[in-house]
């Protein structure tokens, strides 16, 4: 089989991840592997820097120098919410010929993979040979066909550690206690607050996904029950989640404020935070309740890593490189999960993966006790890996002298 003799192109979109820097460092020193690949490119500010002609010439990058970038959290290219249309994408297919690119790596999610399946139509219209990869990436691990994404365990663990810390200081002076996070259609994310709890009494107590609706009276009746169970409460709460009549809660806060993707901004503010706390100050006799939004933090924080996230990140990258530069395919790399644990890689159809996106499965989901199921730890653990030990104080009580029981 003949080889395609040119450039690679490599870009980042959308959010950046913990680990999103192991797949372009994957994808560019297996290119460099290849001897008929001349160069090696990185495009600045995603597929803004495409149509801009803004690229890093990779080919000269040392491999100490990239080694260090792919440990480092965030997207090392920049990014860039940019979602391009036709006409956007016949643009950026006209840069990479006129730049001889005849392998195109993207990493990013649903939307990056549909902008992989428009460019690779345009080449193909054109008759030009160029092999299109969509190398998945998002937090909200929420890409069909995948078993997950990497970017979501590392985040996951974030969330699973930011909870466990929050359980420890609300039960030395108990409350409620609020957290929003991030997830706009999938709860996968908010559901990794249960990741790290040890003793029965832990919280998070109560988990709301968007895959499920969200009432004023359900909330208040299930604060109320946690709270009279344990003398306080923790809530996980997605920014996406809906009411009864599928829409987002946050959005009448939101004020019409829409991205480029034309999704309406749900984590600019603590207001849906704000009003799950109103509801219950206003509904029960609770007096001490707090709520944060986790924000950008759950992305790129720095220390907070999964192992097993940075090495399938890394994988998916050679994957992409692979597939393009030796077999000679185009697709969206995706991972299958064998045994427990291992995984597999294979490459899917581009426009299997491109615009969709998947919800948590039922079976994660217990819909009685607003919470995970064991279906859903089992999982979610080995994509975040370890957790911290916690421990309690294991002594006696001491008998008292003046306040007896009588």
């Known amino acids: 089989m003949s080889r395609l003799e040119g450039k690679v192109l490599v870009a980042q979109g959308g959010g950046p991840t913990a680990v999103i820097n192991q797949s372009v460092v994957g994808a560019v020193l297996e290119s460099r592997k290849y001897h008929h690949v001349t160069h090696v490119y990185g495009a600045i500010h995603g597929v803004r820097g495409i149509v801009n002609e803004d690229f890093y010439d990779l080919t000269e990058a040392t491999t100490h120098n990239l080694e260090a970038v792919a440990m480092t959290p965030s997207s090392a290219l920049l990014s860039t919410r940019d979602k391009p249309d036709a006409a956007y994408c016949h643009e950026i297919f006209k840069v990479c010929q006129a730049h001889g690119i005849r392998y195109f790596f993207y990493c990013g999610g649903n939307d990056s993979a549909d902008t992989c399946r428009i460019v690779n139509e345009e080449a193909a219209n054109a008759n030009y040979e160029m092999r299109v990869i969509h190398v998945p990436k998002t937090i909200d691990n929420d890409l069909l066909v995948t078993d997950h994404c990497p970017g979501y365990g590392s985040a996951a663990k974030f969330v699973a550690q930011a909870f466990a810390g929050i359980n420890l200081d609300n039960r030395a002076i108990p409350g409620v206690y609020i957290g929003v996070v991030m997830g706009r259609h999938a709860g996968f994310l908010t559901a990794a607050a249960s990741l790290a709890k040890k003793y029965s009494d832990d919280g998070p107590h109560l988990i709301y996904v968007p895959e499920r609706p969200l009432s004023r009276e359900?909330?208040?009746?299930?604060?109320?029950?946690?709270?009279?169970?344990?003398?306080r409460c923790i809530i996980a709460v997605s920014e996406g989640v809906q009411d009864s009549a599928g829409r987002a809660i946050a959005e009448q806060f939101s004020g019409g404020e829409k991205d480029a993707h034309g999704n309406v901004q749900l984590s600019g503010t603590g207001a849906l935070g704000d009003l799950l706390s109103s509801w219950v100050k206003g509904g029960t006799k609770i007096k001490r309740v707090r709520a944060d939004t986790l924000g950008y933090l759950q992305r790129s924080f720095l220390g907070c890593v999964s192992e097993s996230d940075q090495f399938e990140a890394r994988e998916v990258g050679e994957k992409a490189a692979q597939y393009a530069i030796w077999h000679n395919r185009d697709g969206s790399v995706a991972i299958r999960r064998v045994g427990d644990y291992a995984v597999e890689y294979f490459l899917t159809p581009l426009e299997t993966v491109a615009r969709k996106s998947?919800?948590?499965?039922?079976?994660?989901l217990n819909s009685e006790s607003n919470y995970v199921t064991h279906a859903f730890l089992d999982y979610a653990r080995p994509l975040a890996g370890p957790m911290p030990t916690m421990q309690r104080l294991h002594a006696p009580r001491v008998e008292k002298i003046l306040r007896k029981e009588k």
């Open 218 to 231: 359900q909330f208040l009746d299930d604060v109320q029950r946690v709270y009279q169970q344990y003398n």
């Open 358 to 364: 998947r919800e948590m499965p039922a079976e994660f």
